[in-house]
C-alpha cells in the first residue's frame, strides 16, 4: 500500500505560479504510475496530468497543456506539479494519485491509492 501525502497549495493571483508535491511512503514508489487530478466545487473530479514510472513519459489535459509540468524524483519519493500562468478556473483542489497499473491514465477508477488533497485558489 502507499500512502500520498499533498503540499504546496495555497492562495495566488491570476498569472502566478505555485509547484505541488506528493510525498509518498509506503512500497517502492518508482513502481507507480502517478496522477494529478482536481476537483473544483459543485464538479466532478478531473485528470490534469500523469506520468510514467521512470518519469519519461507525460499526459496532460488539454485545459493545462502548455502551463503545467508534472515531474518526479523517485530518489526523493516525490512527485510535484509545476504550475504557471495560473488561471481562476484552476481553482480546486487537487490531488495526487497512484497506480501500479492503469490502462487509461485519465480515468479516476484506475488509481487505487490518492492522497488528501490541496487547495488551489487563484483570484482573479
Known amino acids: 500500500q502507499v500512502q500520498l501525502v499533498e503540499s504546496g497549495g495555497g492562495l495566488v493571483q491570476a498569472g502566478d505560479s505555485l509547484r505541488l508535491s506528493c510525498a509518498a511512503s509506503g512500497r517502492t514508489f518508482s513502481n507507480y504510475v502517478m496522477g494529478w487530478f482536481r476537483q473544483a466545487p459543485g464538479k466532478e473530479r478531473e485528470f490534469v496530468a500523469a506520468?510514467?514510472?521512470?518519469?519519461?513519459?507525460?499526459v496532460y489535459a488539454d485545459s493545462v497543456k502548455g502551463r503545467f509540468t508534472i515531474s518526479r524524483d523517485n530518489a526523493k519519493n516525490t512527485m510535484y506539479l509545476q504550475m504557471s500562468d495560473l488561471k481562476p478556473e484552476d481553482t480546486a483542489v487537487y490531488y495526487c494519485?497512484?497506480?501500479?497499473?492503469?490502462?487509461?491514465?485519465?480515468?479516476?477508477?484506475?488509481?487505487?491509492?490518492w492522497g488528501q488533497g490541496t487547495q488551489v485558489t487563484v483570484s482573479s
Open positions: 494519485a497512484a497506480a501500479r497499473s492503469v490502462a487509461v491514465v485519465h480515468e479516476i477508477t484506475g488509481y487505487a491509492y
Open positions: 506520468l510514467s514510472r521512470g518519469g519519461g513519459g507525460t
